[in-house]
């Protein structure tokens, strides 16, 4: 009886779907150039132009990435939400611009590491960083929440190189 229920279990496990919340996350968001208004409510306000990373390979490869940091005022609590006096979510967003035989495409980041006031949060869980793409659209890399309206964040990497796929 116990292996009669054990077969109707497993068969069951894969005839019938569980329903799972909505767990994708979309880091990759498309704008208008002139749309103001639809970034601000996506991502929130530009605090900082974290900076322009360039590094010219060849005469057709260029890696031109750009690095900006906004924030959003929390009106409920979230996931990333560990204590309740969490006022503002962060996001690091980044586009490339990068170059790849005289294409503009994506960018690939390897061992990506992220610093925010002198605490190494991507460390814990990726001890030799993060592997990720920029796309030639904002790209959101990070996201994290903290009480303080300012923070100091830093940002590298191991290697980069554009995406030989084209992908845009």
Known sequence: MKSFMFILFFIFHFLVPL??????????????????????EYFGELVEELGVYENQI???EIIY???????????KRTQKSFSEN???????????ESYYRNQLTSTWLFGLMVTINTVPVTKA????????????TPTKI???????????????????????????
Not at 67 to 73: A, M, S, V
Not at 125 to 136: A, E, K, S, V
Not at 152 to 165: C, G, R, T
Request: aromatic share 12%; glycine share 4%.
């Open 65 to 75: 990435l750009k690095f900006e940091l906004y924030r959003k005022t929390l009106t």
């Open 142 to 168: 990070f996201y994290f929440e903290e009480n303080r309206a300012n923070v100091d964040i830093n940002i590298n990497w191991e290697s980069s190189a554009p995406d030989p796929k084209i992908i845009k």
């Open 58 to 60: 060849s005469n057709t």
């Open 125 to 136: 869980l990726h001890p030799r960083g993060l592997d990720i793409m920029i796309y030639t």
């Open 19 to 40: 329903k799972s919340g909505n767990n994708i996350i979309d880091n990759q968001y498309t704008i208008d150039e002139n749309d103001d208004v639809r970034e601000a």
């Open 86 to 96: 969490k006022e503002f979510g962060y996001s690091v967003i980044a586009t490339s």
